[in-house]
């Protein structure tokens, strides 16, 4: 899967990942590899991507969205902290 997370500001991580967890408003969810298209709203709380090489990559946000479609990742996020 390839993903690109966005601020306003920067770009915070593009390549490829084998998992994100992220924070949803109702929940923390998975997305694996063929995850189903997802439109979703993200609460403050932790993302964590897996790269391909199998690193850890933590950092928390206030808000955003996250899109799938076809192992494409797209996370549009404010207020990270690192």
Known sequence: ????VLTPEREIFKGKVSSVKVP???GQF???NNHA???AALGEGDVRILDDKGEKKI???KKGFIEVLK???SLLVQGVKE
């Open 1 to 4: 899967m390839n993903i690109l």
């Open 24 to 26: 949803g408003i109702s």
């Open 30 to 32: 998975e997305i694996l």
């Open 37 to 39: 298209p997802i439109v």
């Open 59 to 61: 950092f928390r946000i």
């Open 71 to 73: 192992n494409e990742i």
